[in-house]
């Protein structure tokens, strides 16, 4: 079936550093797309969406890249701090939600 | 607050009963899901459910039943649990196709 898949399971950075984390995704009809932050004990929160007819968008801090061509997906994290240590999905957002296995990130002092 | 609430958070319990996982949401939205997460925190959906009709319903065991009394509420029920169960479910819910989806902070399922 379709399946939307990281390159990197885990992800070690420094305090203040830029974070990137990818995502490859492998329904090229997909037309919207998802990343989640989650936290231990907590569920996925959403941190931000792209349609496919963008292939930028930012928010505070992060921004999401969409490159339909390669169905690549990446989120990257600016000064990174360490409330960003979390495990983060991306997600192909059809009528079935499809997550990938996610990437663990952690950040060093 | 507005938010995905599910109850309870923790459930230790043992091979063979049966049990129930409630889930409410007060955003108005019309479909709602549960997930299942394993310990390599891989999230598969197990149902999905649209103003109270199965919409998706993946390759999950007849012993998982979910019930949808409205629109706002999902609870799942577990007959004769087995070891292989352990695992934190989530609900969620979003307004439809194209949205994101809302989660719950999830129940952890430990069988003994």
């Known amino acids: 079936g379709e399946s939307v898949g990281l390159h990197l399971p885990t992800l070690s950075v420094q305090e203040g550093d830029n974070s990137i984390i990818n995502c490859a995704y492998s329904?090229?009809?997909?037309?919207?797309f998802i990343w989640y932050k989650q936290e231990s004990g907590k569920g996925p929160q959403f941190i931000i969406d792209?349609?496919?007819?963008?292939d930028k968008r930012q928010g505070q801090r992060v921004t999401v890249l969409l490159n339909k061509t390669v169905k690549h997906l990446s989120l990257q994290i600016a000064a990174t701090q360490p409330g960003d240590s979390a495990v983060y999905f991306c997600?192909?957002?059809?009528?079935?939600?499809?997550f990938g296995p996610g990437t663990r990130l952690s950040v060093l002092p | 607050d507005t938010a995905v609430s599910q109850t309870p958070k923790y459930l230790v319990t043992q091979m063979g009963n049966d049990k129930s996982i409630k889930c409410e949401q007060n955003?108005?939205?019309?479909?709602m899901y549960w997930y299942k997460q394993d310990s390599k925190k891989f999230l598969k959906i197990m149902f999905s459910?649209?103003?109270?009709?199965?919409?998706i319903n993946e390759t999950v065991p007849n012993r998982f039943s979910p019930k949808s009394p409205d629109k706002a509420h999902l609870n799942l029920h577990i007959n004769s649990l087995e070891l292989g169960d352990s695992a934190v479910y989530f609900c969620?819910?979003?307004?439809?196709?194209?949205?994101?989806?809302?989660f719950g902070n999830g129940t952890r399922l430990t069988v003994t």
């Open positions: 329904n090229s009809a997909s037309d919207y």
């Open positions: 792209i349609r496919s007819n963008m």
């Open positions: 459910y649209n103003n109270k009709e199965l919409i």
């Open positions: 969620a819910s979003r307004y439809g196709d194209n949205s994101p989806l809302h």
């Open positions: 955003l108005g939205h019309d479909t």
């Open positions: 997600a192909e957002a059809g009528q079935n939600f499809v």
